[in-house]
């Protein structure tokens, strides 16, 4: 795990390559505080800082052929690398370390950019071949590690973290205003663009090939739902024996390993998994009022397996303190509070071990989510005859906010490619018109997702739901939070549930094995009762419950109204329309903790990125 900078520029020479390069690695030695390297050919300046993982004395990047004729920087962990390097070797290549980084150069010299369809694991990197002059990149099927990168004034120039990027002199931080419009749809901003103008990810499962100015990208894995008419017993088999297989895998490293642990099933299957190869370390977070969090429930699982466990409570005060660090380390703004309670259990485990392991993932892959449960809820509304529905739908237009039946009315009458937008839906469009003066030509969060339902249409709707949240939620929110988090603390994240061939496994499972008896991720349930007792294997999803709703309207109240009266942001941000929200979550009227913490995480953003208000020591 490491962070990769870099930028190719023929215009600034090889001592000012250098400076920059060493400014844009200072603003991300969080990620690497274990070494550093640079290196400068013509164009090309490549930067690297690293956490040493495996082969910890032989791994310095940037990392280069026998001949020094490809060189690379790269970010993550090759799971299936010692396979990859024995095939290599017996194709007669040469190995100088026994590192997972050198196997990629010389899987390219052998394939090309055709190697990453080969690769088992979690990655971002960049190739710069001299022969050619070109420079390539590419970044894991889902999207666990980061890749930015913009293009001004034909120069090109990358990091693992914005921040790193704005380091390099001829980038100036700009809004992207449609952006910010998906931003208060979604909770974050869906790929491949950022809050910031011009900056972009490279989406996951895509390498690119920059040579002579010209960017081309290509995707190179795409997940297919392809459901398979098979008993249950077959998914049931095939899960244990993929996840004990991925969890093994997972387990590779030089240095201290642990696992994080809340009340549910999928870090409870990671522990279990890890637990019957080794000894281990387990890390959970609370807060002062345990009403609000999983601590009891992850202690109870803790003591089962027999772990090293340890928890760590949160203050109200402890928390809000530290948002703005939060937000600086999250690059771009994610309104998901669960990132704060990740980052304080991060910095605890971070006191003992390098790499951790963590359920990220589960509930994607395999329908965990509860409004996974919305379309046979819907499907008895669509039972009814079309007339009825008709009339029902016209009537609940009359009835007044809150009435019970109405939202139901509402989302049954309403296509499943109008109705969802992924596990979150923050503003609606009429409330982002009366929360955003600046929205002068309206762009509907559907020209994000529309593409995506038209290419999952043939699916039934859980795989369909399942499809937009892996190309937009995963990667946008859950797996930001879980890299940006975890790396504050030079701490390495591992999501054994996105290794590929788990996915691809599951995503064979039908629909009515995903969610069965009431109850998500059945497969995933059935399968866990071989490693858990059966009240943590059934043990419902509660997510990862942060109390930001009576924070607000006690703790926090005083704090939150400051912040929304104090921040610069009115050209973005109607603060009458923002205060009104506040007035009516604190009288307890409606509760709009998600809208305005979503704010809240914007301005503070706004002061840290753009007005650059806030210093942080």
């Known amino acids: 795990m490491c962070g990769i900078v870099g930028f190719l520029d023929e215009r600034t020479t090889e001592n000012d390559k250098r400076q920059i390069l060493s400014a844009m690695m200072g603003e991300i030695t969080h990620r690497g505080p274990d070494d550093s390297g640079i290196f400068c050919d013509g164009a090309v300046a490549l930067g690297f800082r690293r956490l040493s993982i495996i082969d910890l004395a032989a791994g310095h990047q940037p990392m280069a052929n026998e001949d020094g004729t490809v060189w690379m920087t790269f970010n993550g962990e090759i799971y299936n690398y010692l396979e990859l390097r024995e095939w290599l070797i017996k194709r007669g290549h040469r190995f100088a370390t026994l590192t997972d980084s050198e196997v990629i150069i010389h899987l390219y ?80 901003v869906p790929d491949p663009a950022t809050l910031f103008e011009g900056i972009y990810r490279l989406p996951p499962s895509h390498y690119f090939s920059l040579k002579d100015g010209q960017l081309a990208l290509k995707r190179y894995w795409q997940l297919e739902f392809k459901p398979e008419n098979k008993p249950l017993s077959h998914f049931i088999e095939g899960t244990r024996h993929l996840l004990t297989e991925a969890v093994r895998m997972h387990m590779m490293s030089d240095v201290p390993r642990g696992a994080f642990l809340s009340g549910g099933v999928d870090s409870s299957v990671i522990v279990a998994l890890l637990r019957r190869q080794e000894k281990l370390s387990t890390y959970s977070v609370g807060y002062a009022e345990n009403k609000y969090d999983e601590l009891s429930e992850a202690r109870r699982t803790a003591e089962v397996l027999g772990t090293d466990h340890h928890e760590i409570k949160v203050s109200a005060g402890e928390f809000w303190q530290a948002l703005p660090r939060i937000v600086w380390h999250m690059d771009e703004p994610v309104a998901d509070p669960a990132a704060c309670a990740l980052y304080f259990v991060a910095a605890r485990a971070g006191q003992d071990i390098t790499v951790v392991l963590s359920g990220e993932g589960a509930d994607e892959v395999f329908g965990g989510y509860g409004i996974y449960r919305e379309p046979a809820e819907v499907r008895k509304f669509e039972l009814l005859p079309g007339a009825l529905q008709a009339l029902l739908v016209r009537a609940a237009k009359f009835l007044p906010e809150g009435t019970k039946g109405k ?167 109607n603060k009458q329309y923002a205060l009104d929200l506040l007035a009516e979550h604190a009288a307890g009227k409606k509760d709009h903790s998600r809208r305005l913490w979503a704010i809240i995480v914007f301005q503070l953003w706004f002061a840290t990125y753009i007005e650059k208000s806030i210093k942080l020591t």
Not at 141 to 163: A, H, Q
Not at 167 to 181: C, G
Not at 443 to 465: E, G, K, N, R
């Open 109 to 188: 010299e052998e394939i090309g950019m055709e190697c990453t369809a080969k690769l088992r694991g979690m990655f971002a990197f960049v190739l710069w071949d001299a022969r050619t002059k070109t420079l390539h990149g590419a970044r894991d099927r889902f999207g666990i590690k980061p890749f930015y990168y913009t293009m001004p004034g034909n120069r090109f120039i990358y990091s693992s973290e914005v921040k790193a990027i704005l380091a390099h002199p001829h980038v100036v931080p700009q809004i992207n205003e449609t952006s910010l419009q998906h931003y208060f749809t979604f909770q974050f």
């Open 407 to 573: 939202d139901y009315v509402r989302r049954a009458g309403t296509p499943l490619a109008e109705r969802y937008f992924g596990n979150a839906l923050i503003f609606t469009e009429e409330q982002k018109d009366k929360l955003l003066p600046c929205r002068s030509r309206r762009i509907l969060a559907t020209a994000v997702t529309a593409p995506y339902f038209a290419a999952c249409a043939h699916l039934d709707d859980i795989s369909q739901m399942q499809f937009l949240d892996f190309n937009t939620w995963l990667s946008g929110d859950i797996l930001v939070k879980a890299d940006r988090m975890t790396m504050a603390h030079s701490l390495e994240l591992r999501v054994p549930f996105l290794d590929h061939h788990v996915v691809e496994f599951a995503a064979t499972i039908p629909a009515h094995f995903k969610i069965a008896e009431n109850m998500t991720k059945y497969v995933l349930r059935q399968a866990a009762t071989a490693w858990l007792p059966q009240d943590v294997a059934y043990r419902p999803k509660r997510g990862f419950p942060v109390p930001t709703r009576e924070w607000m309207k006690r703790e926090w109240l005083e704090d939150v109204r400051a912040q929304l009266m104090q921040s610069n942001t009115t050209e973005y941000i």
